[in-house]
């Protein structure tokens, strides 16, 4: 996605050769026109496949989601990293954390999620894929099957990408760095 790859040159900045940081426009400040483009992208990347829920972990992933299921026209949960007081019934899952160096459970409350929804995954980025592999655990125990994961922002050379794809899930990612130079301010993307 032109705007998206726009975004990430002028406004990302980069930690070091493996964090791309982008608070300015996607998961601190947001950029509500360009998240407003990237619902549409995934619901035109999504639209045939019978979605009854787009689900996210909190809370980078919830702007995207949110305009992915709007236009979908179906319900939006989203992953909580802690299990409030006022959930009865939860499903847990454990993920570990790129950004945070730290594993943590992650929760959702069983009645949101039953046996026939076709869940939307939707989120900011993948890197490693643990926190969707946490999420496939809590779906797949819930019944629901996952038809697809739209992410903004893939690291390609990292290998949640591969990870997730080799498990016959359709991963649809609007941006693929395959490398940064923090050095100099260079990202390469992959040609999609």
Do not use: W
Request: charge should be negative; glycine fraction near 8%.
């Amino acid at each position: 996605m032109k705007a998206l790859k726009n975004a990430i040159e002028t406004r990302g900045h980069f930690i070091n050769d493996e964090v791309l940081k982008v608070d300015a426009f996607l998961n601190h400040q947001i950029d509500c026109s360009l998240v407003d483009e990237m619902g549409n992208e995934f619901y035109e990347h999504f639209k045939n496949k019978g979605i009854t829920k787009v689900v996210t972990i909190e809370s980078s992933g919830i702007a995207p989601a949110y305009a992915t299921a709007i236009r979908l026209n179906v319900p939006l949960i989203f992953i909580k990293k802690t299990q409030p007081s006022t959930m009865i019934d939860p499903a847990f899952a454990e993920v570990f954390s790129f950004t945070k160096n730290k594993t943590y459970p992650i929760c959702i409350e069983k009645e949101y999620l039953k046996k026939g929804d076709k869940v939307l995954f939707i989120d900011d980025f993948l890197a490693n894929g643990c926190a969707l592999e946490g999420l496939i655990d809590i779906v797949k125990s819930s019944g629901a099957t996952i038809e697809g994961v739209g992410i903004a922002i893939e690291k390609g050379f990292q290998k949640g990408g591969d990870l997730i794809r080799g498990k016959g899930i359709r991963v649809e990612s609007l941006a693929i760095v395959d490398g940064m130079n923090a050095e100099t301010g260079e990202v390469f993307f992959r040609e999609q």
